[in-house]
């Protein structure tokens, strides 16, 4: 199974915990990917606190499933704090609100 966490206010709010279940995902044979709206170049705390198992994917300003599934990477659970950053189903707002 391929498993997303977000990382801010998802992994980063206990991130203790969240390596212990990412572990225990990755032991059972699952594949664990972080996926973030952050750009690249702010991605150097995300490598030092997630587990080195876990590949960073930098959507930024886009959909986090849209740009999985141009890269052929299906995604069969997605834990965020913001399932409108997921799919364009729910509205995206970032910045100030319309």
Same mark, same amino acid.
């Given at each position: 199974?391929?498993?997303?966490?977000?990382?801010?206010? %998802?992994?980063? $709010?206990?991130?203790?915990?969240?390596?212990?279940?990412?572990?225990?995902?990755?032991?059972?044979?699952?594949?664990?990917?972080?996926?973030?709206?952050? $750009?690249?170049?702010?991605?150097?705390?995300?490598?030092?606190?997630?587990?080195?198992?876990?590949?960073?994917?930098?959507?930024?300003?886009?959909?986090?499933?849209?740009?999985?599934?141009?890269?052929?990477?299906?995604?069969?659970?997605?834990?965020?704090?913001?399932?409108?950053?997921? %799919?364009?189903?729910?509205?995206?707002?970032?910045?100030?609100?319309?």
């Amino acid at each position: 199974m391929n498993i997303a966490i977000d990382y801010d206010d %998802t992994y980063s $709010r206990d991130k203790k915990m969240w390596s212990s279940v990412c572990q225990s995902m990755i032991k059972n044979g699952h594949k664990v990917f972080c996926i973030t709206k952050r $750009r690249k170049q702010l991605g150097k705390e995300i490598r030092k606190n997630i587990l080195r198992e876990i590949p960073i994917i930098f959507v930024e300003t886009r959909y986090k499933k849209q740009t999985t599934l141009k890269m052929r990477l299906p995604i069969d659970v997605w834990i965020d704090d913001k399932p409108e950053s997921i %799919t364009p189903t729910l509205p995206l707002f970032y910045g100030r609100k319309k």
